[in-house]
């Protein structure tokens, strides 16, 4: 199987309702997306940058200048492992590195007639979605939003904080929910050691958990904070590899760990911090970065590993986006099911990419 080059391709994806986190509100997604063309099949790829650095360092112009300057040209080859090992000498970059590495995966898959899911070590047809709640303008606002994701099946709720918005949202979601709700709260760092007092008030609400509460860099406080309250800490930004989950493991800073493909690097080295993470009696989450059908073809696929214990951010299409590139997601029964065909299962809508595309550009190899 040839190389032939990638279409890097940009779309906006307008948002159903603005998207409000402890870094900033979106309204709309810059989604750059990879198809990969080699002599026997096609494959695609997502990159889970957003338009700016607030969530990490990296962001879609960016991926887009890194991906056609330095990666595709270090490729020497359609394998996806050795294509990994080959933009490795690149520093940084995991989210643009991860889109690559998709694209060639799905290709291979597609080829070989092999789905994402069994590639990958799926035990489950289907995975239980949680889903992900902004930091809204209200309380009475913020309930009628949970009400209607319980109605819809959804059986875990995560709730955005931030200073001035986290003990009141989460007491009114358990006052009018009840006890039984899986409810968990995501800071994306928002936090120092010195709110640990404040913190642990979130102890009497029996959270799944309390996410990347800290700095991404601060294993050590979070280590801390560990021992000051209750809560299991699951960490989300401090996680890039399975070296750095092994760490955090190791210091008692996490718990739990949220997965993020594009965060680390890839699916494979994605299921390294699972492999790790099970090693070490840590459960995991697969998290999400709002993506398309694409990408989340492949996080439901990898959210049906064995050590996904816990529900992730795979939430329906329609949690996000009015219409998606894809065939969409949909709930049933509280679950998302893993696309069963070669490759990713799913391919876009090439009407509905065209109508979406800002910007296209082919990058022979
Ligand atoms: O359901 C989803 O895909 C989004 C889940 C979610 O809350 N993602 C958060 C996060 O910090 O994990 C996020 C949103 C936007 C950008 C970056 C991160």
New binding site residues.
Partial sequence: MKLEGFELRRIRMPLRTP?R?SFGT?HERDVLLLRVVTSESEGWGECVA?SSPL?SAEYVSGAVSVIKRFLIPSLSTVDASRAVRDMARFKGHPMAKAAVEMALLDAQLRASGMSFGTFLGAVRESVPAG??VGIAPSIPSLLSTVEDYLAQGYVRI?L?IEPGWDVSPVRAVRERFGDDVQLQV?A?AAYTLADARHLARLDDFDLLLIEQPLAEDDLRDHAALARLIRTPLCL?ESITSAKAAAFAISLGACQVV?I?PGRVGGYLEARRVHDVCVAHGVPVWC?????TGLGRAANVALAALPGFVLPG?T?ASD??YVEDITEPFVLEGGRVRVPGGAGLGVVPDGDALGERSTWVEWVPV
């Fill in positions: 998207f986190t979106e957003m969530y889903v992900s995560k955005k995501d994306n989300d949220n993020k998290g999400g970065m709002l993506e951010d939430s949690r996000y």
